[in-house]
């Protein structure tokens, strides 16, 4: 499991773009004597391309239990001949519902959205570790990101999410709109109504003329 470590880099960065690394949480919440402990999540989604990123605008950022991530990950398992946008839509299909038997349960996860540079802020997420999972569009290419993070009671933890678990090119997507080919004709083959011309017969030889003299009567 890849060791997170906020970066002094990284939260400049938050800060500069969108001032949202911060601490200010109080040591008691509204309810007298209640101990308020829970940490800061801020980070970023990007689809990595060489040196470069291209930055997940208006990506959905939901942080669910490891055990229920896993629940998530193994439906990336189920169908491994799929097609890149049905493995896309199945596994978001699984995360919501995660996350809608989650809430019921009472334990609604914390969600957020990506900005314009791909930052995401969650200002209160309790002490525990979690797998932070992210889907949106990155330029062309639709993806899902994921990546495991402890958060730490009054700490902030930055979780930067770059290479994704699944990505699918606009061409596929564009591919997968384009409505399928028409079927061959099966229509049988018309048969001639007309009969065919018979071949025409040879005609009989007319017998030559006799050349014997006639005998006088």
Not at 84 to 106: E, H, T
Not at 119 to 127: A, H, S
Not at 171 to 186: D, F, I, Q, T, Y
Not at 189 to 211: D, R, Y
């Amino acid at each position: 499991m890849p060791v997170l470590a906020i970066a002094p880099s990284f939260i400049a960065s938050c800060n500069h773009n969108t001032d949202r690394v911060r601490m200010a949480h109080p040591l008691h919440s509204e309810k007298k004597g209640t101990v308020y402990d829970s940490g800061e999540m801020a980070g970023r989604v990007i689809f990595a391309t060489g040196t470069e990123g291209a930055p997940a605008t208006g990506a959905s950022v939901v942080v669910i239990d490891t055990a229920a991530g896993k629940q998530v990950l193994e439906q990336l398992q189920k169908e491994p001949d799929a097609t890149c946008l049905k493995r896309l839509a199945d596994m978001q299909g699984a995360l919501m519902n995660v996350a809608k038997a989650s809430a019921d349960a009472g334990h609604t996860p914390p969600t957020a959205t990506a900005d314009a540079d791909g930052y995401f802020m969650l200002p209160q997420v309790r002490p525990g570790t979690y797998m932070v999972i992210a889907y949106g569009r990155a330029g062309d290419v639709q993806a899902i990101w994921e990546q495991p993070a402890m958060v730490d009671p009054y700490q902030a933890v930055v979780v930067k999410l770059v290479e994704p678990l699944i990505s699918c090119a606009a061409e596929e997507e564009e591919k997968s709109k384009r409505p399928p080919p028409l079927p061959p004709p099966n229509t049988p083959p018309i048969q001639p109504t007309v009969p065919p011309v018979p071949k025409p017969q040879p005609t009989p030889a007319v017998p030559a003329p006799s050349t014997t003299p006639t005998p006088p009567s």
